[in-house]
């Protein structure tokens, strides 16, 4: 090997580190984006092109999330020290909860391509790793709010919608374990999921709220964030399209599990109460839709610098539009699915291009920014 070789692959070697060491959990966003519309495609099986789109994306995501969680790992093994200090960041530390909820929307696809391509095996994976994503769920739900108030520095100025991400991920299993009751073989393990789902789907969705509300002060006492991250301004559509997706879902799967486990005097009341309250949060997202489209326009006029935090464009109306879709099966109003469609329509639209720019700036590295190698 001649020196020129030795080199330059010394050199490929110090940059593949030095792209790890600066490798930050907002990365799994993509596995958020790109799960959101696979899952989005699979509600058109009547369209084969569009079904079949939806699963090579689920099987490209899985591809995505492992590679993602070997460069994440290398990271820990590497750079322990570099990986420790996203803990104390105001803003990396809250895409910890990009971790489950990308791991969640693999999930979902396991249940509605997985299963009719490897049978009943594939529910088994999927209750195994629901169970699994759930536990990391809490984790984030707990830890990252733990350091926010333990270990962190924040300002109100400073405050954004990227506070709910480390939140959102216990609702966002939950409507998996909505989407997953069908599938799960035995009346008390259909019980269990079904009541843990519920106790996810509180322990995020009030505080979702809570903090939307401080937001809305937020933004009229200090107007807008920076245009880095004008993606921002969509993230309020997580909580409230995840929150009525789960309802939904409880609504439509939970009451036979009801029945099922002796508890049929209160299913019509209990289902009912849940599609009453996805109909409520899911009128609420109107106001949130409305807004984010209207800044997004304001953002548009002085330019918008690409960096991962658009990949927060997808996830929010990829869940929108599922919870209008499925919204539409149940309210026999028939602009819901035409709404549904668009949606879906529009995340294809943001997707193509937030991906095809990801793809360059990986292979240009220039993504690859740990803010917290810079205080």
């Known amino acids: 090997m001649t020196a020129f070789s030795v080199s330059r692959t010394h050199s490929r070697g110090a940059i593949g580190r030095e792209r790890i060491r ?13 799960g959101i519309l696979a899952i989005c495609l699979a509600q058109f099986p009547a369209m084969p092109v569009l079904y079949e789109a ?59 391509f997985g299963i009719p391509l490897f049978g009943p095996a ?20 707990l830890a990252i709010p733990f350091a926010m108030f333990t270990r962190q520095e924040h300002a109100f100025d400073e405050m954004s919608a990227v506070w709910l991400l480390p939140i959102v991920a ?4 939950a409507a998996s374990g909505g989407l997953l009751l069908p599938h799960i ?15 996810l789907w509180a322990c995020s969705v009030p505080l979702a709220l809570g903090i939307l509300t401080i937001l809305f002060l937020r933004m009229a006492l200090h107007k807008l964030p920076p245009a880095g991250m004008a993606a921002t301004a969509f993230l309020a559509l997580g909580p409230i399209g995840t929150g009525a997706l789960g309802l939904i879902l409880f ?9 099922a486990n002796g508890l049929g005097a209160l299913a019509g009341a209990i289902s009912g109460a849940s599609l ?6 899911w009128a609420y997202g109107l106001w949130w839709l409305g807004m984010a489209l209207a800044l997004t326009l304001r953002y548009l006029k002085h330019g918008l610098p690409f960096n991962l935090g658009w990949w927060g464009y997808t996830f929010p109306v990829g869940v929108y539009a599922l919870a209008t879709l499925r919204l ?25 291009p937030v991906a095809a720019r990801t793809i360059y700036g990986a292979v240009e590295g220039t993504l690859f920014s740990d803010p917290t190698l810079q205080d």
């Open 170 to 173: 216990c609702e966002v299993t």
């Open 276 to 281: 009453f309250g996805a109909v409520l949060l």
């Open 185 to 199: 073989a035995g009346e008390a393990p259909q019980m269990t999921v079904l009541f843990a789902s519920y106790v």
């Open 122 to 141: 594939a529910a088994s994976v999927a209750a195994g790793l629901w169970w699994a994503n759930s536990a990391l769920a809490v984790l984030a739900g």
């Open 251 to 259: 609504a439509m799967n939970g009451r036979t599990v009801l029945e």
């Open 22 to 34: 600066h490798f930050t959990p907002n990365w799994y966003a993509t596995t958020m984006g790109t």
């Open 54 to 112: 939806g699963e090579v994306l689920w099987l490209a995501n899985i591809l995505l999330f492992a590679g993602l969680s070997v460069l994440y790992a290398a990271k820990w093994l590497l750079f322990p020290r570099e990986a420790l200090r996203a803990f104390a960041h105001p803003v990396v530390s809250m895409f910890f909860g990009c971790i489950p909820m990308g791991l969640a929307t693999i999930i979902n696809g396991t249940v509605l």
């Open 328 to 352: 539409s099966t149940v309210v026999p109003v028939g602009a819901l699915a035409l709404f549904g469609n668009t949606l879906v329509v529009v995340l294809a639209a943001i997707w193509l």
